[in-house]
């Protein structure tokens, strides 16, 4: 067992040796704690933690692991083949007729907080403020006398503020209604999400009129703080939202707002970016283990050149010979991503596949106790604009970008001019195919890589991009970071489901009023 656990055994060792003086255990307390109806035995354990030497951490820890059997009116932990008195620490005999010890939920919720409440009376300020945490989100009356003695006995300020709310939390399983209502006024500084949860667990089982009145107080109190968290929480869910609807609306800006071609297999194209992701991260698990947290960097333009091939193979044979027929090129391009989605079932097969997130991507920022801002999230919403920024540079910077324009705007005169049509055509759809790509890259960072990725995007991308205004790079940004805030605040307010009927009814009405979208093309006409 010590093999299991060093470094558990190293700290209650430590603690042992520097809590100060406790009573040692004794064969009538571990046979309580082991043995009896689950009151007793939880009482058992929270009389043994008061006064706990190094034999009564061992044995919680062996309750916990399941490794205490019962022989001859007798507690005995487990080694192996071996019994071992839990007093002395000698070892004895295991009888045959040893009978185990079955803990219920109850009972290993008991254990768990008491080998947390060991913690509270260590050396390690870490250890204990974790502990304290542990306690506030399980508080149990039962813990106030450890909880005083931890609290007599602390000087680090941010553990005994932690040690006070974890005291209020267990006041308010008190039989002592004063005592309910001061751990109500206590709590209502606190302002978390935990914390609103045990006054609201609290709330629905009180009878007593004022710490009722109390009780409410606080909630409103802590409701009026966590507002705030609750509102840009929902802002910073809608530009991610917005974030990801841009990158796959980015490609369609110039597939369909540029050349006017009605890709339907665009959702298709993030896929097959999401499963080079997929490629790419088993060839760094497999021989670049140490690098494995880099692979994204070398997936990206893996992503982008492997999507790209494939547009440009589908307008050389396909679309080309389309161009001026949007319902053949419609009809076209949704047979075209039926054909690319079973040939991924066929080589990847029908269920989904994980993208694992670098390390540098795991976790995130806490800047409120009821908001944080995960790095996976922050990470696309940076990469969205360094995208966006590089596709606005290459249509007003480049000689390819003046191409594509001016054959866009006037394709006899660009061709007059000798600008080689077919071949732009080709260049300009293999770059809206990669930027698909890229778009898939990302997605595969914030969820699971499947054969019908794409579809759960297309449709949101097409009504940012008609939104926005056909061919508008600034009306495509409006649109997709408005949609996206506008649909996670509905959703807050009238569930998933009404919020997506909500805002298509949105964009019906607006596509009433202004067909042009949100920014009109420029242009001149002569009557």
Not at 401 to 427: E, F, S
């Amino acid at each position: 067992m010590p093999r299991r656990f060093p470094l558990l055994w190293a700290s209650l060792a430590l603690w042992a040796a520097t809590a100060g003086p406790a009573r040692a255990l004794t064969a009538g307390q571990a046979l309580a704690m082991a043995a009896g109806s689950t009151d007793e035995r939880v009482a058992a354990v929270q009389q043994a933690v008061l006064d706990a030497d190094e034999r009564t951490a061992a044995f919680l820890q062996a309750l916990a692991d399941d490794a205490v059997q019962l022989a001859a009116g007798k507690a005995l932990i487990v080694r192996g083949d071996q019994g071992q008195d839990p007093v002395t620490g000698a070892e004895a005999p295991l009888p045959e007729d040893a009978e185990e010890i079955i803990n219920n939920n109850r009972m290993r919720g008991e254990i768990d907080t008491a080998l947390a409440g060991l913690a509270l009376l260590g050396q390690d300020p870490a250890r204990r403020l974790a502990a304290a945490q542990a306690l506030m989100r399980a508080p149990d009356a039962g813990r106030l006398a450890l909880l005083d003695k931890a609290l007599a006995q602390e000087t680090h300020a941010p553990i005994r503020a932690r040690l006070e709310l974890a005291r209020a939390a267990a006041m308010l399983g008190s039989a002592d209604a004063s005592l309910r209502r001061a751990a109500a006024q206590t709590l209502s500084a606190s302002a978390t999400p935990d914390t609103r949860r045990l006054l609201n667990e609290r709330a629905a089982l009180e009878d007593d009129a004022q710490v009722q009145a109390a009780l409410q107080a606080a909630l409103r109190a802590i409701d009026g703080r966590l507002a705030w968290g609750e509102r840009l929480g929902a802002l910073f869910s809608g530009i991610s939202l917005g974030s990801i609807l841009l990158l796959v609306a980015l490609g369609l800006a110039i597939t369909y707002g540029l050349m006017g071609v009605i890709n339907m297999a665009h959702g298709e194209l993030m896929m097959i970016g999401a499963y080079a992701t997929f490629a790419v991260q088993g060839v760094f698990r497999q021989y670049l283990p140490a690098a494995f947290d880099w692979y994204l960097v070398a997936a990206l333009p893996l992503a982008f050149a492997a999507s790209a091939l494939v547009g440009a193979v589908l307008e050389r044979g396909v679309l080309r010979f389309l161009y001026g027929r949007p319902l053949e090129t419609l009809l076209a391009t949704w047979g075209i991503s039926l054909v690319l989605m079973q040939l991924v079932r066929t080589l990847f097969g029908a269920q989904n596949v994980g993208v694992e997130n670098p390390a540098w991507m795991s976790g995130g920022v806490q800047l409120l106790p009821n908001l944080t801002l995960p790095y996976n999230r922050l990470v696309i919403i940076g990469f969205a604009l360094a995208v966006l920024l590089g596709m606005g540079w290459i249509i007003a910077r480049t000689r390819l970008g003046l191409w594509v324009r001016g054959v866009t705007q006037n394709r006899p005169i660009a061709a007059c001019m000798g600008v080689n049509t077919a071949r732009i055509d080709t260049l300009a759809f293999a770059l809206g195919s990669g930027i698909a790509g890229l778009a898939g890259c990302a997605l595969s960072q914030v969820g699971n890589v499947g054969p019908d990725l794409g579809q759960n995007y297309i449709v949101d991308a097409f009504m940012v991009v008609v939104l926005g205004g056909v061919g508008q790079l600034a009306g495509t940004v409006y649109a997709a970071l408005g949609l996206g805030v506008l649909g996670k605040f509905l959703e807050g307010w009238a569930g998933a489901v009404l919020a997506k009927i909500a805002v298509l009814v949105f964009i019906i009405i607006f596509i009433q009023k202004r067909p042009q979208g949100i920014f009109a093309a420029k242009g001149r006409s002569f009557e």
